[in-house]
């Protein structure tokens, strides 16, 4: 199909580019912007005055929970879900049921989303076999069957020597390494950040220092191994430190963080609402404000959704039995921009942690909409209000603080590989 998107505020932070302009698709394929390419002709046409047109979203980090876990999300449903969002691929962590460690459990998530026409499959390969943290997946089979890296999902890697040999073989291959910080006895049986909120609830808190304690203890195995790392989930204004100076030391290491700590601190708790029951958790209002000043500045390289759906059951329980992890895909789009209108950054750099970042990281020719490039294209109303509901969102997923509340940016159309994918429902 020929597609010709015209009179857009078409951003692509990848070739710096902020105009308004027109968009031309052929065969699934960016093949102009601007003017029209000599001899193209559309088969639709799609008016797009008012609308911002970006490249489609890559999501670092979603669980669409299948397989092993079908009562809380499918693969159809959390894939058809994302491109409502305007997200065109999503990395799957390894935790699935069986865990991604064999080529085959791999290759069936990226056919299996392709049979669903829903957003495309990165998965991500398991480190250690059945996510054991002892003895090595085989990474090389992993790669070659289409995973974009490797990584041990939430689940600690105790054995020091395990995780440098880890890195090791990753690093030979030149695969990307997924980390989790998190020491899981630091961490213990905590529920939210330990601090004043949890005293005066009398919950038991995570400490930052299971976070930066485990980022210190595997930058030093980085640095002997020369592996390629990125560290998700970074919650602490120490963790933003020690990934900047790793940095500065040269060191090829990334981190994102989800965009909900961007926004939440512990002091949204509340009363013991287990929508804000979330791993890492919510930390201090001085965390929050470190975290969006990495991002601008670049020592946070993405943000991600971290959605991780969940049934009602799941979080109609007492705080510390209910499951952490907040549904995401849809609300990923509006709550990143929100970052501009918040003046935390510019439009085009807060597009550019979830389309062109997470691309780089992944060494994908995506994130852009250059000529020449699968035509992933998102188009939003910038201006148009909505509220995401429990009943309205396509995820399976009930579980999220911001239902019920009014955010600022719908998607309307989302391209994928030249396609119509998904088409905002006529509200009349």
Not at 78 to 84: F, G, H, I, N, Y
Not at 332 to 340: D, F, I, Q, S, Y
């Amino acid at each position: 199909m020929n597609i010709a998107i015209i009179g857009g505020r078409v951003i692509d932070p990848a070739q710096d580019l902020d105009a308004v302009c027109s968009l031309f698709v052929r065969d699934g394929v960016i093949v102009g912007i601007g003017a029209t390419p000599s001899g193209f002709e559309a088969d639709h046409t799609i008016e797009a005055q008012g609308l911002v047109v970006c490249p489609g979203l890559i999501d670092l980090r979603a669980r669409v929970r299948e397989p092993g876990l079908e009562h809380k999300g499918t693969i159809e449903s959390e894939t058809r879900a994302a491109l409502a969002g305007g997200i065109t691929r999503l990395c799957c962590p390894p935790d699935t049921d069986p865990v991604i460690d064999t080529p085959v459990t791999a290759q069936w998530l990226i056919d299996r989303a392709r049979q669903c026409g829903g957003a495309e499959i990165l998965p991500i390969g398991a480190l250690t076999r059945g996510l054991n943290g002892t003895h090595l997946a085989d990474m090389h089979a992993l790669g070659r069957a289409g995973c974009v890296g490797v990584g041990n999902a939430a689940l600690p890697i105790k054995d020091t020597a395990v995780l440098r040999h880890a890195l090791e073989y990753a690093s030979g291959l030149g695969l990307l390494v997924f980390l989790t910080p998190e020491d899981p006895w630091l961490a213990g049986t905590g529920v939210v950040h330990e601090g004043r909120v949890a005293t005066r609830l009398g919950l038991t808190g995570i400490p930052e220092s299971a976070e930066t304690i485990e980022i210190a203890r595997t930058l030093m195995l980085i640095e002997e191994t020369g592996a390629r790392a990125h560290f998700c989930g970074i919650s602490t204004a120490r963790g933003v430190a020690l990934i900047a100076e790793a940095k500065r030391r040269g060191l090829a290491v990334s981190a994102d963080t989800p965009i909900h700590q961007l926004y939440f601190t512990e002091d949204d708790v509340g009363i013991f609402d287990t929508n804000y029951r979330l791993r890492p958790p919510a930390r201090t209002a001085a965390d929050r404000d470190a975290l969006r000043d990495a991002v601008a500045r670049g020592v946070i390289d993405a943000l991600c959704s971290d959605h991780l759906p969940h049934e009602e059951d799941a979080k109609e329980r007492p705080f510390s039995d209910a499951e952490p992890g907040i549904a995401g895909l849809e609300t990923l789009l509006p709550l990143t921009v929100r970052l501009a209108e918040l003046k935390a950054l510019t439009l085009k750099d807060a597009l550019a942690t979830i389309t062109t970042r997470p691309a780089t990281l992944l060494g994908l020719a995506a994130g852009t909409l250059a000529v020449g490039r699968a035509a992933d294209i998102c188009l939003y109303d910038p201006v148009a209000e909505w509220t995401p509901t429990a009943n309205s969102v396509r995820t399976r997923g009930r579980n999220s603080p911001f239902y019920g509340t009014s955010m600022r940016g719908q998607v309307v159309t989302t391209i994928q590989g030249g396609r119509i994918a998904y088409e905002r429902p006529d509200p009349t």
